[in-house]
């Protein structure tokens, strides 16, 4: 059995920062692409960024230069450093990870984090 759970979100004010983390646990052998994902009410569930086993990161244009993910591989946690947050940002965050187990690849997902963005 595997788990992602999500933790850090909140409410914040416009120009504000938040810091998610998303640990896996489980039997895991390898984690490889990690992301966060995340979907505002009446929208779709969008990439915010993912980051590989090896470090490369992929961020969404809306985000760019705003969000930075890291991971901590002894950990098995992803983060994601979220500043100069704006009203559009609020959303449900949801933690991906693409975990092997046993000669088997699957996808992940954790149940997710509110963020709120609000004067």
């Known amino acids: 059995q595997v788990q992602l759970v999500e933790s850090g979100g909140g409410l914040v004010q416009p120009g504000g920062s938040l810091r998610l983390s998303c640990a896996a646990s489980?039997?895991?052998?390898?984690?490889?692409?990690m992301g966060w994902y995340r979907q505002a009410p009446g929208k779709q569930r969008e990439l915010v960024a993912t980051?590989?086993?090896?470090?490369?990161?992929n961020y969404a244009d809306p985000v760019k230069g705003r969000f930075t993910i890291t991971r901590d591989g002894t950990k098995n946690t992803v983060y994601l450093q979220i500043d100069s947050l704006k009203p559009a940002d609020a959303a449900v965050y949801y933690c991906n990870a693409h975990i092997k187990r046993w000669g088997l690849g699957a996808y992940y997902w954790g149940p997710g984090a509110q963020v709120t963005v609000a004067s």
């Open positions: 489980g039997t895991i052998f390898s984690i490889d692409t």
């Open positions: 980051i590989t086993s090896g470090g490369r990161t």
